[in-house]
């Protein structure tokens, strides 16, 4: 059975009272006052580790599955003089709460492998989509390696252009064209 958390009725108080004087007229009260507010934070802070606890132990069996064997097992129905309407009522909201929920989980569990699915697929089009661009870069580069060679290979005159411009050359080498004049 669940142990029963006990909170206090009233609201804390959230702001300090502003006292007029510095002097307190009642020291011992003030410190009794203290004293119990520090044990019923104590009080609290107990129930609050212990409800944590079973937080964390339930989630550990919702997460073991539904095979777990360990989830708490509610009746269909309850039986003998305690037995009244209302009880009934209750037992059969909590019941089908329990099933919505245990729906709720086998959807959101479908929905992660889902995701984890469309991640892992959206990863391999990734990488995909990277060898793709490395191998286009790698095609561009030998393009453009090969335009370069054939851009140099226009450049140089061919056989006929220097056999045609050789007697021309021999003729200013000779005759001095490319000496610097003299004043």
């Known amino acids: ?3 029963v958390i006990n909170f206090p009725a009233s609201k804390p108080e959230l702001k300090l009272a502003s006292h007029p004087s510095t002097s307190h007229p009642h020291p011992l009260e003030d ?11 104590r009080q609290r802070e107990t129930n609050l580790r ?7 132990s339930w989630q550990e069996r919702l997460e073991q599955g539904p095979g777990a064997g360990s989830a708490p097992q509610f009746p269909t129905h309850v039986t003998g003089p ?4 209302a009880l009934n009522a209750a037992w059969e909201k909590l019941i089908r709460a329990r099933e919505l ?8 569990r479908d929905d992660r492998l889902t995701l984890r ?5 959206l990863k391999r089009r990734e990488d995909a989509l990277a060898l793709r661009e490395a191998r286009l870069a790698q095609r561009e580069e030998q393009l453009n390696a090969a335009l370069q ?3 140099a290979e226009e450049a140089k005159p061919s056989a006929l252009s220097r056999l045609t411009q050789a007697p021309f050359a021999l003729a200013k080498s000779v005759f001095g064209a490319n000496k610097p004049k003299s004043e």
């Open 101 to 108: 929920l245990e729906a709720e989980q086998a959807h959101l």
């Open 1 to 3: 059975m669940n142990p």
């Open 31 to 41: 410190r009794r006052r203290l004293e119990e507010d520090i044990e019923s934070l």
């Open 50 to 56: 212990e409800y944590e606890a079973r937080l964390r």
């Open 117 to 121: 699915e469309a991640n892992a697929a």
């Open 82 to 85: 305690e037995a009244d309407f």
């Open 149 to 151: 060679a054939a851009i």
